[in-house]
């Protein structure tokens, strides 16, 4: 099993971390580890962004099919005063 070290960890964080493992009866490391565990475990189930969320709502309904505006070149602008 590997091993790390955190460094500059604000005190805060550090006296929160050790109340947090106290409470739960267990060491900062203890406590680090199912901290590490439970975020991590989180982001493998993968929330969809927001373009998958809509394309699966709207292919309950059929879908929607939009029109693109044709695009016209760039009118040059004038910079000079």
Do not use: C, F, W, Y
Not at 3 to 11: F, G, K, V
Not at 26 to 45: F, G, P, Y
Not at 52 to 67: F, K, N, P, Q, Y
């Amino acid at each position: 099993m590997a091993s790390m070290t955190i460094r500059n960890i604000d005190d805060h964080l550090k006296t929160r971390l050790r109340i947090r493992a106290a409470a739960h009866g267990r060491s900062m490391e203890d406590e680090a580890r199912d901290i590490l565990r439970a975020a991590l475990s989180t982001e493998e189930k993968r929330q969809p962004n927001l373009a998958e969320t809509i394309r699966r709502r709207m292919a309950a309904s059929g879908g929607v099919v939009l029109d693109i505006a044709p695009r016209e070149p760039i009118r040059p602008v004038d910079l000079d005063p």
